[in-house]
């Protein structure tokens, strides 16, 4: 089960920013936060990803709570194009030839952006 | 970010016929491969993970001999629905990893199979 919750759906207006709440509560010292999108009938997308500090790069920023019990995932200015299903996914440290990798998916956000 | 190339895009068989997928890493060394299945309107939902040169690892509920995965080599896997009925129609789609600790996973752009 998807150790994650979000909201199921949000609506944005274009050029604006997206702000995506996730809630991990159970989430362990060791577990690293993933976010990733999927827009209509393509393979998910990879955004960011992080443990404990936040995190930005050229498509979002990462914001994690202190406790590390919730993030929130931002589009500084969001486009018609970033219309997707938006996933928070947390997993444990990978180690090498272990198994513990995988992602489990949820239901994730669906985010509409509107012109 | 790396690229993860799946073949077919899309295809139709007739039921009781085999289908195989393919799953390439362009520009890494994949040395795990996950599987997912996406019914409509629903989450990707894992199927199998395989490490090159191994067996693949299934999850409950998924039949090892109706899907299988091969993962010859460094840059490609392969999943081959034998014998396909029509409640295998779905969106198939594959990640990998490379070597490199706490790396991301990266999607192919998936294969929609429909069988008839």
């Known amino acids: 089960d998807a150790k994650t919750t979000q909201p199921p759906s949000m609506d944005c207006a274009e050029g604006r920013a997206a702000n995506l709440p996730c809630n991990h509560s159970?989430?362990?010292?060791?577990?690293?936060v993933y976010w990733y999108r999927q827009i209509h009938s393509q393979g998910p997308q990879y955004i960011i990803h992080?443990?404990?500090n936040n995190e930005t790069n050229e498509m979002a920023s990462l914001i994690i709570t202190e406790d590390r019990k919730s993030s929130t995932l931002i589009l500084p200015h969001a486009t018609l194009r970033d219309t997707a299903v938006y996933y928070c996914?947390?997993?444990?440290?990978?180690?090498?030839?272990?198994?513990?990798?995988?992602?489990?998916f949820g239901k994730g956000t669906l985010l509409t952006v509107n012109p | 970010g790396a690229v993860v190339s799946q073949h077919p895009s899309w295809v139709i068989c007739k039921s009781g016929t085999s289908v195989k997928i393919e799953c390439r890493s362009l520009d890494f060394q994949a040395t795990t491969m996950f599987w997912y299945r996406q019914f409509p309107k629903q989450s990707l939902m894992l199927m199998a993970t395989s490490n090159e040169g191994s067996k693949a690892t299934y999850e409950q509920g998924v039949e090892k001999d109706k899907f299988l995965i091969n993962h010859a080599s460094l840059t490609l896997s392969t999943l081959t629905v034998t014998s396909a009925h029509p409640e295998d129609s779905s969106f198939y789609i594959c990640?990998?990893?490379?070597?490199?600790?706490?790396?991301?996973?990266?999607f192919g752009q998936g294969t929609r199979l429909t069988v008839v």
């Open positions: 996914i947390v997993r444990p440290v990978w180690r090498w030839g272990g198994s513990n990798y995988k992602l489990t």
């Open positions: 992080g443990l404990k």
């Open positions: 159970t989430i362990s010292g060791n577990e690293y």
């Open positions: 990640s990998a990893i490379g070597r490199g600790m706490n790396t991301e996973a990266f």
